[in-house]
Nanobody, 114 residues
Framework: VHLVESGGGLVQAGGSLRLSCVASGSGISANAMGWYRQVPGKQRELVASITRGGSADYANSAKGRFTISRDNGRNTVYLDVDNLKPEDANVYYC?????????WGQGTQVTVSS
């Protein structure tokens, strides 16, 4: 199983972006999928997660500007971010639970210019 993120980059404050993550592997079907970000000196923190049925959960800091969605047929999860702020700059990691195992992507860097 491989998770590949895309969509990061340099974005101006106030702008928007969409992160994508594709889980690939023979015959896989991802259950919960989510996005995390690395907090310096701490463990990765949850940004948002979504069940296979579409039930989403957000960190308090992500409510309002972040929207998670998924395409089950493509084993893909998305994270839309609006009105980007400098504090959103981070490496965002995709996570997927597949057959009871948690998989991680390599991360995609989001940089926000003010």
């Amino acid at each position: 199983v491989h998770l590949v993120e895309s969509g990061g980059g340099l974005v101006q404050a106030g702008g928007s972006l969409r992160l994508s993550c594709v889980a690939s592997g023979s015959g896989i079907s991802a259950n919960a999928m989510g996005w995390y970000r690395q907090v310096p000196g701490k463990q990765r923190e949850l940004v948002a997660s979504i069940t296979r049925g579409g039930s989403a959960d957000y960190a308090n800091s992500a409510k309002g500007r972040f929207t998670i969605s998924r395409d089950n047929g493509r084993n893909t999860v998305y994270l839309d971010v609006d009105n980007l702020k400098p504090e959103d700059a981070n490496v965002y990691y995709c996570n997927a639970e597949i057959e009871g195992i948690s998989y991680w992507g390599q991360g995609t860097q989001v940089t926000v210019s003010s």
